[in-house]
Structure formats: structure tokens, C-alpha cells
């Protein structure tokens, strides 16, 4: 009887155990029903599972039938995913109330909660609200944005989330993202190289190129941003100074690399190249910088060029820009079933002594490496073995060299181009 009674005790210690220690980190994905977010969430899974570490995932969105469609649609896992209802464009008291409620409703675990944040489009918001919750509930951030005067916003955050110890990515994902980290490690090389013979290498100049065929398989979401880039005036920096220029203006021809081939390309809106310029390498002068865009097939580029000639309030609005997307799905669907969803990255790095380098990576399709890239940035501020994003806000240009070489690995899985 007695060794029953004590198997008994140690089946319920043990199961008692497994409910307060099997869920390692909780990781809340807002906008986790829409592509971009659907594809965070399954890398998240898919990245934690291979290292071992269990997740708990909650994805968190205005309306539950968004949730359920991604559901039915295995755009997110059919099982193991939760939904909280909640709005970032609501009123942040009511914001930062459901995430404490969630946080608090979480399994106990060692690596406590965290946020993603992949709700797009950003343009047209103005206020970090969600990071500003999360570093008062004491969470770490990671979001997508794209759009420069949010994320400045957001940096303007950085001295509290350090006083309340709290990591937090903004301007995270493929493109702005990774990207801002092949401009690092390109000013990286460059540096060394002039260090091993003994010259001070200045950086003279990064330019940004992206191609992406149809919408990567990203949906609406990305035609839509694209409309509001196209009223968003592109950053732009020579001789140290911004210069704001006319969007979808200045076409170059870019060689992506093979598969890809030469693609027209044109000036779009990028924080990152805001970000590297001026947080990069804050103690020198900034670069000549810029970004372009191109697309498939060849006559979007024109479509999107035309589209300028709608005033800018129409083409700024968030809503009818989204509605406007929407209504043309079916289109956008059919053209993704021909073009396919290549993304491909290149980015063009000149030192003031005239040495160069040329880095690029190229997927398959855009949203499942949006997903893979924004899941290695969100689990790297998590690590256990060792701390690589310290508390603050950053940049992804400003991380070290650790936690940079991390994601790029990460990043690297399915590319079929990987030139770095």
C-alpha cells in the first residue's frame, strides 16, 4: 500500500511538473490570422519544435472569423494556436489591458510571454501603442514595420525599455529586416578588409533592391501597402543629408542573381535606409543611400506608376487602399498562380577607398520567408544560452554581430540564391 501511495505521489508531482515547465515561452502574434502573421506563426512552431524548445502560441486580432478562416484555410496550425480578441487601433487602456489579461492567463513558464506584431499595413499609424504596452507589462516586441516615422516613434521608446529591461525589434522581418543586416554584414566586410591592411575604411554608399514576383503569395496586404508607399515621399540620403524624393521615379536595372536575372527597379519607401544610414555607423558620416522595388509581370510596374496620378489622400487612406486590394483578389490570385511568389534581395555596399561588395538572397516565395525571417528575429531576443539583444528598442541594423550572423543562418533555410 505504501508503494502504491508513493507512485501515486510521484505521477502527480510529475504531472504537476510537466503543466508548470513543458511551455517554455508564450508568444503572442497580433494580425497572426493574415498571411504574414499565418507564416510567423507556423515558423515560430517550426523553429521551436526543431530546437526543442515548446511554444505556446496565441494569435491575437480584431475578429474571431478571421481566425477561424485561417484555420480552415491552414494558414495557422488547426491545432495548438489560441485567438484573443483585441485592436491596436482602439483605445490603448483597453489594449494594454487585454494583454495583461492574456499575459496572466498564460502557462507558467521560464521564458515568460513575448509579442510579434505583424498587423499591417502601418502607414498611416502613428503611435507604438502596442510596444508601448508591452514594455509596460514587461514583454518582449518584435514588429514588422515599414514605415519610417512609426518606427522613429518607436525608438523614441528605447531609454524605458531599457529601464524596464525589456529586448524589442522594430522595422523586423525579410524586407526591411534581413536586409538591413546584409547592409551590416556588407559594412562589416568592407571594414575588416581595410583593417587587415591597416586603412580606415569609411562607407561611401548602400543601395537596397528588392524584387518581388506578384505578391509573394503575401495576398492584398502587400498590394495595398505598395498603393500607400506610392503617396509616402521615398528617404533618401546624399552627402550626408535626407533628400526626399518622388516615389516609383529613377529605374535602374538590377541583377538579382541566377534564376532571377535582370529586373527594373524603382525608388520606394524603406526604413531601412533611414536606419542603417544614420544608426549603422552613428559616429560617422551617413552613406549615400537608397531602395528600389520591382515586380512581376512587367506592366504592374507601370500600373503602380499610373496609380500615382490619384491624389495622395485617396492613395494614404488605409481603408480604402485595403478595400481597393481586396476587391481585387481574385486578380491579384490568378496573377500569383502565373508569375509565381519569388522574393529576391540585393544590396550594394561601396567603401570611400572604391572597394565593393555585392550581397543577395533570393526565395522561392515571400511569404513563407517573411514568416521565417520575422520568427528568427522574435526567438533570437528569447535565446537561453546566451543574451545577444540586450533590453532597448533596435534596429535590426544596430544588433551585434552575434545576433546578426544568428538570423542570417536562420534566414538562409529554402534560399536558392545566398550570396553573403
Known amino acids: 500500500m505504501g508503494r502504491v501511495t508513493i507512485a501515486l505521489l510521484l505521477v502527480v508531482f510529475s504531472i504537476a511538473l510537466l503543466n508548470g515547465c513543458c511551455v517554455a515561452l508564450n508568444v503572442l502574434v497580433v494580425g497572426g490570422s493574415g498571411r504574414v502573421g499565418g507564416s510567423t506563426v507556423r515558423w515560430l512552431k517550426t523553429l521551436s519544435d526543431r530546437e526543442q524548445n515548446p511554444i505556446s502560441i496565441t494569435v491575437g486580432g480584431r475578429r474571431t472569423e478571421s481566425y477561424q478562416a485561417a484555420l480552415r484555410n491552414k494558414v495557422i496550425p488547426s491545432q495548438g494556436v489560441d485567438f484573443v480578441s483585441l485592436d491596436i487601433d482602439g483605445d490603448e487602456s483597453v489594449l494594454k489591458q487585454t494583454l495583461e489579461q492574456w499575459k496572466n492567463s498564460c502557462s507558467p513558464s521560464d521564458d515568460g510571454c513575448m509579442v510579434v506584431h505583424t498587423g499591417g499595413p502601418f502607414q498611416g499609424r502613428t503611435s507604438p501603442v502596442l510596444l508601448r504596452s508591452c514594455i509596460e507589462l514587461a514583454m518582449p516586441y518584435a514588429d514588422v514595420c515599414d514605415e519610417f516615422d ?45 583593417e587587415s591592411s591597416g586603412e580606415k575604411v569609411e562607407i561611401e554608399s548602400i543601395d537596397y533592391s528588392f524584387f518581388t514576383a506578384g505578391t509573394g503569395n503575401a495576398g492584398p496586404t502587400i498590394v495595398s501597402a505598395t498603393f500607400l508607399l506610392l503617396a509616402t515621399p521615398v528617404i533618401t540620403f546624399m552627402n550626408g543629408i535626407r533628400q526626399d524624393k518622388e516615389p516609383w521615379t529613377e529605374m535602374r536595372e538590377v541583377d538579382f542573381g541566377n534564376g532571377i536575372g535582370n529586373k527594373p527597379v524603382w525608388l520606394l519607401d524603406n526604413p531601412d535606409v533611414p536606419t542603417t544610414a544614420m544608426y549603422l555607423n552613428p559616429n560617422e558620416k551617413p552613406p549615400n543611400c537608397s ?57 550594394d555596399v561601396t567603401a570611400s577607398n572604391g572597394d565593393k561588395v555585392t550581397l543577395r538572397i533570393a ?48 534566414s538562409k533555410e529554402d534560399a536558392f540564391v545566398y550570396e553573403l
Open 291 to 347: 531602395s528600389r522595388f520591382g515586380t512581376d509581370p512587367l506592366p504592374w510596374n507601370y500600373l503602380f506608376g499610373a496609380m500615382k496620378a490619384l491624389p495622395r489622400s485617396l492613395l494614404y487612406n488605409r481603408d480604402a487602399m485595403q478595400n481597393f486590394a481586396l476587391f481585387s483578389e481574385p486578380i491579384i490570385r490568378l496573377v500569383d498562380k502565373l508569375v509565381g511568389a519569388t522574393n529576391a534581395m540585393r544590396c
Open 363 to 410: 526565395h522561392s516565395d515571400l511569404e513563407q520567408c517573411v514568416g521565417l525571417a520575422t520568427a528568427a528575429f522574435a526567438l533570437e531576443m528569447v535565446k537561453k544560452d546566451k543574451q545577444t539583444v540586450p533590453p532597448g528598442v533596435w534596429f535590426p541594423s544596430e544588433l551585434g554581430n552575434e545576433a546578426r550572423k544568428n538570423i542570417l543562418e536562420v
Open 150 to 194: 512609426l518606427a522613429e516613434t518607436s525608438k523614441e521608446l528605447d531609454q524605458k525599455a531599457k529601464a524596464a529591461g525589456v529586448p524589442a525589434i522594430v522595422s523586423c522581418g525579410i524586407w526591411p529586416g534581413v536586409s538591413a543586416l546584409m547592409a551590416a554584414e556588407g559594412v562589416d566586410q568592407l571594414k575588416k578588409k581595410g
